[in-house]
């Protein structure tokens, strides 16, 4: 199947009004910073929560990256072999920092329902002044939204500089980005593949960067559909960009989605090249910065085509037990009904006794397979 | 009504087939679409289940994918998560096999002792609208009152107790899956025994009247007998759940924290078989499970039928 390509990205962003009215004035760099300054939120605004966390499949999958480890297998590129991201020292550090955000109310407490992002994407601005944002750049979509819903008029957000953590055992930066995290792609073969060029025709000009609000020169959110900056595309005209088409709670891809039925691509960094970043140029800036400082941005590429169905059988099933006793324990510790150090060694046994190491050693010998 | 006397009568039996098909006609006619719906959707898709035999390879296709015989019947045994999933299966099938019936003919019983025909049909309305809601709103109704910064526990804020996150508790999760579904069906499930009190006669209860019978005896003697056939019925079509409890609900429902009560069959073959792309894997399972619930249907037909032939099918 041939696929035309359409890349997104994660970032972080913060409310620049409210830091402001806060008194804020150093953006947060590391991850303790970001705790404290999440604090003084909480102080000035007592009732709201700072941040929203995603689902703990969510924290597992692409917020270990931040905090310098990864997901249950994943590729470490200082020592080239496979590892199991949730029961590395750095997933400890990161769920007691969760935890401890999460007991000080710094982050929504319903976040384990499969519907609280989205209903924390409704209040966006609005209702309660969610201030940090761990969102993909069309999250965008629901901050311009958000003027026409009633948000204030300086309501302004602006993207933070990936945030480091200390000796990243993952081997990458740690930051907030494994560069272009999703996409979209449309089959040639589609009955849809003419709207769907249209469409990323559009996204790719100066017009189209603009609409999207990621700001035309310091990457800032302070465009909306209402504002100078961000042209808005005449009304019906295409239809799928009409701001009233928009359902700001739900993130742009899938409103993409659902009007046309593009195949969402999860990760997407097989098609990530060059060209897609240069083609984009005010909202990849960063990123190609990024890129230059370290090529290892990118998620890992299973070696399945070196496996045996029969291994593979093994693979899906370890890992499906393994995972799914990560996201207990993770979720358990988070909202604090498990204690982290208490049921730390019974929780890396488990994972081990599933057999974690088995499968490790079988990637590895999979991977080097694939080198020859 | 002269066309099935006829039939039921077999004094036509030495016609033709094709003489009594057509006197019959309409009656095919009408059963021609249900005939059909069970054709194309449940008959035709069991070629299906010869996946869980074989290694199912998408591009393969069902028929040219390899024959492994019970390759993953034995994976399944041999699953380290068998047991607790097995466990947890079963407990939710049978406290939900527990709670199913019995309800509806008190809520009956009870709407059916009210005089006043107004109230009735308001109550019985009210009731009965949860059916008609989606499962997904309400289950998202059930999270988002008891979620932590839901109503009921604002109430138990103000009571001046802790907060409790039910969703997130393995303890609280078969009592929100058992009351979530009370709230939807029994109001649904109360109509079909009102319907049968409403046919019984009231001769019978002037009868017991005379003989000095209460209110409670009436209900006792005349009502719940003319109810029990119809109860032994919902209890033979109703036992093949113990073996599968709402997968859609159970989804809606749990989180990793409640997996370890929460966690069956059917989610975890759409976790492993869906999501992982182990297709036969899931077949096998899926299939174990149907087997087990035909045995449990079967069998129990057979014991209501030892006990009463006139209550099994």
């Known amino acids: 199947m041939d696929l035309y390509h359409f890349p997104t990205l994660n970032m972080i962003s913060y409310r620049k009004d409210l830091f402001d009215k806060a008194g804020i004035a150093n953006i947060p760099r590391t991850w303790e910073e970001l705790y404290e300054v999440m604090m003084v939120l909480k102080d000035a605004y007592p009732e709201s929560y700072p941040t929203y966390f995603p689902l703990v499949a969510d924290i597992i999958n692409t917020w270990s990256y931040m905090f310098g480890t990864g997901p249950t297998v994943y590729l470490n590129e200082k020592t080239g072999k496979w590892t199991c991201g949730p029961i590395e020292e750095n997933s400890k550090k990161m769920i007691k920092w969760l935890a401890q955000c999460y007991k000080d109310k710094l982050t929504t407490q319903d976040f384990i329902k499969p519907d609280a992002q989205k209903q924390s994407r409704q209040k966006l601005g609005v209702e309660e002044p969610i201030s940090i944002l761990f969102e993909n750049t069309w999250a965008s979509a629901y901050k311009t939204t958000a003027i026409e819903r009633g948000a204030p008029s300086d309501f302004e957000y602006q993207y933070m500089d990936p945030l480091t953590w200390e000796n990243g055992e993952g081997g990458k930066l740690t930051m907030w980005c494994p560069v272009i995290g999703s996409g979209w792609a449309v089959s040639l073969n589609s009955k849809k593949k003419d709207a769907a060029f249209k469409l990323f025709d559009f996204l790719y000009s100066q017009e189209g960067t603009a609409w999207a609000s990621f700001g035309p020169a310091d990457l800032g959110i302070t465009t909306s559909v209402k504002s100078e900056n961000g042209v808005p595309p005449k009304p019906g005209e295409p239809f799928w960009l009409s701001p009233k088409w928009l359902d700001p709670s739900i993130p742009f891809t899938e409103n993409v989605y659902n009007a046309t039925g593009f195949l969402q691509i999860f990760p997407a960094c097989r098609w990530q090249d060059n060209t897609d970043i240069d083609a984009y140029p005010e909202v990849y800036a960063i990123t190609k910065k990024m890129l230059d400082a370290n090529k290892s941005y990118s998620y890992f590429e299973l070696p399945s085509s070196a496996l045996t169905t029969e291994q593979f059988e093994r693979f899906n099933a370890v890992f499906t037990n393994a995972n799914d006793t990560a996201m207990v324990f993770f979720e358990k510790c988070i909202i604090g009904s498990a204690n982290v150090d208490e049921g730390w060694d019974k929780f890396v046994s488990d994972m081990k006794k599933f057999g974690i190491d088995e499968i490790l050693k079988m990637l590895d010998e999979a991977s080097s397979k694939l080198a020859k | ?313």
Not at chain 2, 25 to 39: G, T
Request: a positive charge; aromatic letters at 16%.
């Open chain 2, 1 to 313: 009504m002269r066309v099935i006397w006829k039939l039921k009568t077999g004094e036509n039996k030495k016609q033709k087939l094709t003489i009594r098909i057509y006197k019959a006609r309409y009656l095919y006619i009408m059963l021609l679409l249900p005939f059909l719906y069970y054709v194309i959707f449940h008959y035709i898709p069991m070629y299906g289940i010869t996946m869980a035999f074989k290694d199912y390879n998408p591009v393969k296709g069902i028929l040219g994918s390899k024959w492994v015989g019970f390759k993953h019947f034995i994976a399944f045994f041999n699953d380290p998560r068998m047991p607790e999933l097995f466990k947890n299966t079963l407990t939710i099938g049978i406290v939900s096999y527990l709670f199913s019936g019995w309800p509806n003919i008190i809520l009956a019983l009870l709407l059916n002792e009210l005089n006043n025909g107004f109230f009735r049909k308001t109550v019985l309305t009210i009731l009965n609208i949860p059916y008609y809601l989606s499962l997904v709103i309400v289950c998202g109704i059930a999270v988002n009152l008891l979620s932590p910064d839901g109503l009921v526990n604002i109430l138990i804020e103000r009571l001046g107790m802790e907060r409790i996150f039910f969703i997130a508790r393995p303890e609280w999760f078969i009592f929100i899956y058992i009351t979530t579904g009370l709230w939807q069906s029994t109001g649904f499930g109360a109509l079909i025994y009102l319907a049968i009190l409403s046919s019984v006669s009231p001769e019978l209860y002037d009868s017991a009247s005379i003989e000095g019978a209460g209110r409670f005896q009436k209900m006792w003697y005349v009502s719940i007998p003319h109810v029990i056939p119809m109860f032994a019925l919902s209890l033979i079509l109703n036992i093949g759940s113990i073996l599968g409890p709402s997968f859609e609900k159970i989804l809606l429902l749990y989180t990793p924290s409640t997996y370890e009560v929460a966690d069956v069959l059917s989610t975890y073959i759409y976790r492993r078989g869906l999501n992982g792309g182990e297709f036969s894997y899931g077949s096998a399972i899926g299939f174990f499970n149907s087997v087990l619930s035909l045995i449990l249907i079967l069998s129990t037909n057979f014991i209501v039928k030892r006990i009463n032939k006139d209550f099994g099918i």
